[in-house]
């Protein structure tokens, strides 16, 4: 300390003792223990700042957008549903996330679930609404459920304001559109397997996801019965559908085309089963309005398969089936049963266990019978050809492969690339560019997985689309 420091420092001390302070130590220590006390408390300060600064960068960097936590509801949730989630994620893809996806799942309002099904509404799709909404809420209750969020932004929207009101579908074909139907199919340019899937659904009354995931090793020919298993029906419940002459006869000709693969509706890798859009696509393409845009690679015929009463589908020809089956006599409980759906009425349920298989049988049966005679007089959708030479009608009907690969020349109902470009006078270039061009060619079949495997085509198909006009 400098000599002019002392003096100031004396200074201070005394002006201390004449304010009236006796004891200079005390005060000073006193004093020096209030600055300290200050300074530790703006460290604490400081200190309770930089946390909250580090909770809230750790909160926000643990915030979840809409596009993660679908994902994760995939994971725990979707993966368990029959197709994997798969439906669900093309319906998000589409309609949800580029509309919501990048938010944060905390900063959805209900106003932004309103806005992507308005967008749903405007385009005519009520349904479909319903649907995505009813999906966006599962997952944020999901959400809720994980204490991603407080509350579930979707809680205060009544879904019966989502898309108006429901309208209960009743389409159901008369007898005479049946008769229409069976002349209009072959004009329509669909493969004989597509055609095939509008009878065996009417036959059985069977749903159109249950058909083309069907599996050859559950058809029985002996038996005459088709097991659908519980993975691939609606309800969970294993159905075995008794086969009518007519449904077997629809089954014989869709094993002629498709009983090299281990499915009935195989997809063009022949790894699974077709998608369950595909029939469904192919019907409404061919019921479009007059001057509809047609879209890529759709069919141009869109108006072959129009009948009297309306626009069809195939959940339709089910409802057809059923309806059919009670005009025929048989009594709604037992069409019921057919249809697969579960008693509503929990003590029948319990109580009543009888099985109903001979009704059920005689059910299918009556079906089969007044269809055999609705189509009897007029072109059926293939002819009634031979089986291959390869196939093994006395097979055990427990055989998962019924037809085996060609080991030599293909059966005269198939014609090679030779034949099929000779018969359309072009090379077969242009055969293959025709292909690429027209999505009515019908589609090859390889003998074998191998790319380099020599091709057929169904004899009939060739014959059907060399029928079309040009």
Known sequence: MSLADARERATELANLHKSGIRNIREHLEAEQETILRARELEMERQAARKAARDAEKARLAARKSVRDLFEHWARVDL???????????????????????????????????????DVLVARGSHRMAKLVFSLMRQMFRFAVERDYIE?????????????GKNVERDRA??????????????????????????????????RIGELL?????????????????????????????????????????????????????????YTGPVDSRTVTNQLRDRQLAAGRKILA????????LVLPGGK???????????????????????????????????????YQRHNYRAE?????????????????????????????????TDADSTSQVLIQPHAGEPSSELLTLAEVAKALKIGRTACFELRRRDPNFPKPITNGSNPRSRVYFVRQEIEAYLRLPR
């Open 297 to 304: 690679n759709r069919s141009v015929r869109q108006q072959t």
């Open 213 to 269: 995931g069907a599996r050859w090793e559950h058809v029985d020919f002996n038996r005459k019965t088709w097991l659908i298993p519980a993975e691939n029906s609606k309800n969970g419940k294993a159905h075995t559908i008794y086969l009518s002459d007519f449904s077997v006869d629809c089954f014989q000709r869709l094993r002629y085309v498709t009983g090299r693969s281990q499915w009935c509706y195989p997809n063009s890798r």
């Open 79 to 117: 993966i368990h549903r029959k197709d994997n989630g798969a439906e669900v994620r093309r319906v998000f893809e589409k309609d949800v996330l580029p509309v919501m996806g990048h938010l944060f799942v905390d900063d959805v309002r209900k106003g932004c679930l309103t806005e992507v099904t």
């Open 312 to 350: 069809w589908t195939p959940h339709d020809l089910r409802r057809t089936g059923a309806t059919m089956m009670t005009a025929l006599g048989v009594l709604p409980e037992v069409a019921e049963r057919c249809l697969n759906h579960i008693e509503e009425n929990r003590l029948k349920r319990i």
């Open 151 to 163: 509350h579930d932004p979707s809680a205060s929207i009544r879904k019966a304001k989502i898309g």
């Open 360 to 392: 059920m049988t005689n059910a299918w049966e009556v079906l089969g019978k007044r269809l055999q005679e609705l189509t009897m007089d007029t072109p059926g959708p293939i002819s009634d050809p031979e089986p291959p030479a390869d196939c093994d």
């Open 173 to 206: 074909l008369s007898e005479q559109e049946i008769v229409l139907l069976h002349r209009l199919a072959p004009q329509a340019g669909l493969l004989v397997t597509t055609e095939l899937a509008i009878w065996i659904p009417l036959s059985t009354c069977c």
